[in-house]
């Protein structure tokens, strides 16, 4: 067997290998279970050369599970075998029977990544894996800035902007590596990543000399092996109850370090107190108004405020005050020693959108890896006929896809609606505490919103919030089936996180999920992981969905493979917390076969929205602060390339239709698109026409008479007629039972039908008329006065030309409710959105410092959403 031919080593087990084992290293005993075959074969199919060495043992392999199959090359190219893998375990004192080894798969992995690698052997190093191309780009760029900064005035700043996967605490080693650092601080608000850092440094073989510490494995600050540390800011900035610098934290003042990582940058670095830790020239302590706008800033992002400000805020002055005496602190350390000191910086982050609009770093102190890139990436390794699929190293990472629902269709407008008008999803799903249990406030709609996402909507809704279109709703169109095993629901609170767990369970389609509140208990970031981990092991012994509801917790460097898909329920202003959010579905979740053969278990994952204005304003922010940190300088450009991977499917009430760049473009900067905004004007909830109205507008025959001379009214009277008689035989018609299954009433059906239709009809023919409403205000002068007042008093003429309706017309059709004022109000405010956008894109806007006002229905707001008149 020649050395040079480039085969592959495998590692199965069979039955009868499962038998126990004893072995001796110095006067220690190890037991263990478990045999492995460590085989090598010139074949590029192991399986090939299994078969043939069961024979009629294992007839057609059954019963044997390939646990490993690598390619047999070293790191330098130059091929090993089985024999080499043979002879390290031989040397650690491993019994061998022939190729038959009693061995964990983490030992044989060791002795492999030993032979790769030329180290010696480390039962404890099982990776060797090299890093990947982007991976490279990333260290060389940044050290390349680094080298040709390291004598500037101020330490040198790299940002990486890599989503979740990219592999960036493994990547910063090998940057530790090529810089021949010494001494690296990872920093970071989100403790939960600390097995990350300590396991990359811990498994891997070029990473054998280093050292881990932290606050629970300390190390001695003059250690000769190279060293991280990882710390939490909250541990950092804290003191003890006299005001002295905790004891485990004095060494690493007392460093000089080589560089400082503060990771998950996005959450909370960028705030006042981290910086003046790691940035000395910019230690002037935050106000206290910057300290409150700070914390409003990290509940934005996180939910979850209450946790975090007595451990960031408090004691912070001390920490950074000027001199010894205000610090409290009376040993060796004096202020100055309480800042740190780092030769370079390097920032982590997924979502750093913050610091790349604030302008903290120019193009050429960014490294990019976003969504985008990697699918891109995926796509080219496919569609190359050199390169096997099923090496694919971006294989694992499904695809992502968008469906936004209008959820305001169904919401009360008097408690779900923002100053501004804009519908206001965390108030949708507002629920409170009463005794020792949680309630929503408006439980009916919740019940309704559930019924939904089975697309099981009552009469009256699917009228409303459908139009009578059934979309593909999360569970009920069979394209979602798998995604939908194991979701997370991202609540606006506590109370309403608990409220929506007792709604599930009391609900007959789900309760028998399991469902777990990670949100308002004592276990917070990396410790509210593992309950959820323990729900979903018990989902796979029973078979069973779940759905695990968070507020903030397992949002931002939590990784749980099993979820497919995000549901959206509350309102968000920041990208950050918005896209670590949603790509917390985009994580890997495979198994092996068998046979060895790796199954990816989530090709695509979904995000479902229920705030379409804010997910596409989201999309657009994205794009914008995207684009300042790449060549592409057009966000329109960012944004194709986005959607072209994360495709955007929005639902209004009529259709689903996937949405386009100029759509996105439309809605960042006037708060609805264009064609969004034209469906906006034919919403059927614009126009009242519930029995009692129609019975108004029958008792008008003046009006009556006035309509009916209109082509599109003929028929008015006899349309309302039908409609009011087909109600009244619904209500004396034959109901069915609750639950007991009996049909309804042919007639009431048949009347139910009918109604429908005529229903429709006449609305179409009303909503012509208001369809005309948006070119009057586009063509009247007065926008700063509301729409009834410019229609009665200001422009009376031109709206009468416009409508084809007289001044006397309006006012009776507004006595008797024909039109909604709230849906009114919330279609005029879209409208001047768009059109004051318009008008500023062109240079003859008021300008955006200009406090302006905009009529709507009846009244007149600020444009800052604030009433005014």
Request: charged letters at 30%; hydrophobic letters at 40%.
């Amino acid at each position: 067997m020649s050395s040079q031919v480039v085969g592959r080593i495998y590692v199965y087990t069979a039955p009868g290998y499962d038998t126990e084992w004893t072995r001796t290293v110095g006067s220690s005993s190890i037991e263990g279970r478990g045999r492995l075959k460590v085989g090598w074969t010139g074949r590029p199919d192991p399986r090939v050369r299994i078969k043939e060495q069961s024979g009629t043992m294992y007839p057609d392999g059954e019963g044997i599970v390939i646990l490993l199959d690598e390619p047999a090359v070293r790191s330098d190219g130059t091929s090993f075998t089985d024999s080499d893998i043979h002879r390290v375990l031989d040397n650690a004192g491993v019994q061998r029977n022939s190729e038959v080894v009693e061995a964990t798969l983490d030992e044989v992995k060791a002795a492999i990544s030993a032979v790769r690698s030329g180290l010696d052997y480390d039962p404890l190093r099982t990776e060797d894996f090299r890093p990947r191309p982007e991976q490279k780009q990333a260290i060389e760029l940044t050290k390349t800035y680094f080298t040709q900064h390291a004598n500037d005035l101020r330490p040198p700043r790299f940002l990486w902007n890599a989503k979740m996967r990219f592999g960036k605490t493994f990547s910063t080693y090998q940057l530790a590596r090529q810089m021949a650092w010494r001494r690296v601080l990872v920093l970071t608000y989100k403790p939960a990543v600390r097995n990350a850092w300590q396991d990359d440094l811990r498994n891997h073989v070029d990473f054998a000399e280093w050292v881990y510490a932290d606050r629970d494995h300390p190390s001695d600050p003059d250690i000769d092996a190279p060293m991280v540390w990882f710390a939490s800011f909250q541990d950092l900035l804290g003191t003890t109850t006299d005001g002295d610098v905790k004891e485990h934290n004095e060494s690493i003042h007392l460093i000089d370090w080589d560089c400082i990582v503060l990771d998950e940058y996005h959450f909370g670095a960028w705030q006042g107190a981290a910086k003046e830790v790691c940035s000395p020239a910019s230690a002037a302590s935050s106000t206290e108004a910057e300290r409150k706008a700070e914390l409003r800033d990290l509940d934005e992002e996180t939910g979850r405020a209450d946790e975090v400000t007595e451990l960031v805020y408090d004691g912070i002055p001390r920490l950074l005050a000027a001199t010894p005496e205000s610090t409290g602190i009376n040993q060796d350390l004096d202020a100055k020693d309480m800042r740190l000191s780092s030769c370079s910086y390097l920032y982590l982050s997924g979502t750093p959108f913050r610091a790349i609009a604030d302008g903290e770093f120019n193009e050429e102190q960014i490294f990019n890896w976003t969504y985008p890139d990697e699918q891109r990436a995926k796509r080219a390794w496919d569609t190359d006929p050199a390169k096997d699929p099923i090496r694919n190293p971006y294989r694992e990472l499904p695809a992502m896809e968008m469906f936004t629902y209008s959820l305001s269709e169904l919401a009360s407008v008097e408690i779900d609606q923002r100053p501004d008008g804009l519908f206001d999803l965390s108030g949708y799903f507002a629920a409170k505490k009463v005794g020792s249990e949680y309630h929503f406030d408006d439980p009916d709609r919740i019940s309704e919103f559930l019924n939904m996402l089975l697309g099981r909507l009552t009469q009256s809704a699917t009228e409303k919030l459908l139009n009578n279109f059934k979309p593909p709703f999360p569970f009920s169109d069979g394209r979602f089936t798998e995604a939908v095993e194991h979701t997370v629901w991202f609540m606006p609170s506590v109370a309403s996180a608990h409220a929506m767990k007792a709604s599930l369970l009391a609900h007959p389609f789900f309760k028998d999920f399991l469902v777990h509140v990670a949100a308002g208990g004592t276990k917070v970031g990396a410790a509210a992981k593992p309950p959820v981990d323990k729900m979903l092991a018990e989902a796979a012994k029973l078979g069973k969905q779940t759905i695990t509801l968070s507020v903030g917790q397992l949002m931002t460097g939590v990784t749980v493979p099993q979820w497919g898909a995000i549901l959206v329920l509350r309102s968000l202003k920041s990208p950050e917390a918005y896209f670590q959010a949603a790509f917390r579905v985009q994580s890997p979740w495979t198994s092996k076969r068998p046979d060895g053969t790796r199954v990816v278990k989530k090709q695509t994952c979904y995000v479902f929205d229920f705030d379409p204005n804010r997910a596409l304003s989201l999309i657009y922010q994205y794009g914008t602060k995207l684009a300042r940190s790449t060549t592409k300088t057009a966000p329109a450009e960012v944004i194709g390339e986005l959607i072209e991977f994360l495709p955007i499917f929005a639902f209004d009430g009529g259709r689903m239709d996937p949405v386009d760049v100029n759509a996105v473009m439309d809605w960042g900067t006037a708060g609805a698109g264009a064609a969004m905004l034209a469906k906006r004007w034919g919403s059927p909830r614009l126009i009242d026409l519930s029995e009692a109205v129609l019975t108004k507008l029958l008792e008008d025959t003046d009006l009556l008479d006035r309509l009916e001379q209109m082509e599109d009214f003929r028929n008015l009277r006899e349309d309302a007629t039908k409609i009011i008689a087909q109600s009244k035989k619904i209500k004396s018609g034959k109901k069915p039972k609750a639950f007991d299954g009996d049909p309804e009433d042919p007639e009431v059906t048949a009347a139910r039908k009918a109604k429908r239709e005529q229903v429709k009809t006449l609305r179409a023919k009303l909503l012509k008329f208001v369809q005309s409403i948006p070119v009057f205000m586009y063509l009247t002068d007065f926008r700063e006065e509301s729409l009834v007042d410019v229609i009665e008093s200001l422009d009376t003429q031109l709206f009468e030309r416009v409508t084809g309706l007289t001044l006397d017309d309006f006012h009776k059709l507004s006595d008797v409710g024909v039109f909604n004022p709230d849906q009114m109000d919330e279609a005029i405010w879209q409208f001047r959105l768009f059109e004051r956008a318009s008008l500023d894109y062109l240079g003859t806007g008021t300008g955006e410092d200009t406090k302006e006002r905009v009529g709507l229905w009846e009244r007149t707001v600020a444009i800052e959403g604030e009433t005014v008149t």
